[in-house]
Each structure stands twice: as structure tokens, then as C-alpha cells.
Nanobody, 125 residues
Framework: QVQLQESGPGLVKPSQTLSLTCTVS??????????WNWIRQAPGKGLEWMGT???????YYIPSLKSRTSISRDTSKNQFTLQLSSVTPEDTAVYYC?????????????????WGQGTQVTVSS
């Protein structure tokens, strides 16, 4: 059984960089052909796919966030990390990591087979 667990600070100040880590157990993040995604849900809004890192290490980002987003991985720890720079209060959301078995860019929950429980991040001074 694959399990994902997000970790990181719950409060970030405006203009700072948000950094979250997803620790994966029960499966390797380098296994063909899985993709490891970051998805968020702002208050009152739907799920928004932010980006992904593939089994190969390739990364893909939603264009609207691409200039501020970086996803990397540590294969020795079976973790992948999201960094979102220059945050504003509009980046306040519950952040999820999730696995997909193909490149997915949607906010449809059904496109992802395993999810973390989500972590609340608030951007406020």
C-alpha cells in the first residue's frame, strides 16, 4: 500500500518561499511510470494541479505558477519537495501530494490514485 505524507510549515510570511516535502512509503518514486504531483485547494475553490515530477526526474508545471514553482526529489529518502516562491495570501490553501500513473494536469481527484492527507498552509504576516 502506497502512502504519502506531506510535511512543512503551516504559516509562511508574504514574499517568502513555501517549502513542502512529501514522503512516500510502500513504493519508490523512481518506479516506471508514475508521476508525483502537488495539488492545492484554496478556500472555497476547487483542486488546482500545480506540477509534477516524473519517475524519470522530469518536471512539469502549470504555466500560471511556473515562474514561482520548483519540484525536486531526493531518491535516497524517497521524497519529493515543492518550493513556491514570493508567496502572497492568495497562496493560502491545503496542499496535497498525490500519485498518478500517467502525466495528469487536472484537478480531478479520480486522476490520482494515492493522496496524502493534505497540509494547511496559511500565508500571513
Amino acid at each position: 500500500q502506497v502512502q504519502l505524507q506531506e510535511s512543512g510549515p503551516g504559516l509562511v510570511k508574504p514574499s517568502q518561499t513555501l517549502s513542502l516535502t512529501c514522503t512516500v512509503s510502500g513504493g519508490s518514486i523512481t518506479t516506471n511510470y508514475y508521476y508525483w504531483n502537488w495539488i492545492r485547494q484554496a478556500p472555497g475553490k476547487g483542486l488546482e494541479w500545480m506540477g509534477t515530477i516524473a519517475y524519470s526526474g522530469s518536471t512539469y508545471y502549470i504555466p500560471s505558477l511556473k515562474s514561482r514553482t520548483s519540484i525536486s526529489r531526493d531518491t535516497s529518502k524517497n521524497q519529493f519537495t515543492l518550493q513556491l516562491s514570493s508567496v502572497t495570501p492568495e497562496d493560502t490553501a491545503v496542499y496535497y501530494c498525490a500519485r498518478s500513473n500517467a502525466l495528469k494536469t487536472s484537478g480531478w481527484r479520480r486522476d490520482y490514485d494515492y493522496w496524502g492527507q493534505g497540509t494547511q498552509v496559511t500565508v500571513s504576516s
